[in-house]
């Protein structure tokens, strides 16, 4: 059975960091890619982040590029998503995602397992 457990959300300021991580048990970790992706309260969910597991390819949102760095540590089957110069706008609930593919997909229609989700406030 697949589980994905993320971890490390908060409140921060306007400015300030998080390291959230991602932990996946049940599932061939380098045979899957790992998606971030945010909702915010009374918005759609959005794609934030994506790695490729086996070698490490990665894409980002434009709206976060340059802020957010996604890595992975194959041994541990974790994924990270370190925010930097977080901002107001970046408050949301984010998720952690899987798909089988070697792609780096976009939509959260092509992934197959989510995890429950971890709440970052940023404030002003």
């Known amino acids: 059975q697949v589980h994905l457990v993320e971890f490390g959300g908060g409140l921060v300021q306007a400015g300030g960091s998080l390291r959230l991580s991602c932990a996946a048990s049940?599932?061939?970790?380098?045979?899957?890619?790992m998606g971030w992706f945010r909702q915010a309260p009374g918005k759609e969910r959005e794609f934030v982040s994506a790695?490729?597991?086996?070698?490490?390819?990665?894409t980002y949102a434009d709206s976060v590029k340059g802020r957010f760095t996604i890595s992975r540590n194959i041994a541990s089957n974790t994924v990270f998503l370190q925010m930097n110069s977080l901002k107001t706008e970046d408050t949301a609930d984010y998720y952690c995602?899987?798909?089988?593919?070697?792609?780096?997909?976009?939509?959260?229609?092509?992934?197959?397992?989510w995890g429950q989700g971890t709440q970052v406030a940023v404030s002003s």
């Open positions: 049940g599932l061939p970790f380098r045979s899957y890619a």
């Open positions: 995602a899987a798909d089988r593919t070697f792609e780096l997909p976009t939509d959260e229609g092509q992934y197959d397992y």
């Open positions: 790695i490729v597991s086996n070698v490490g390819r990665t």
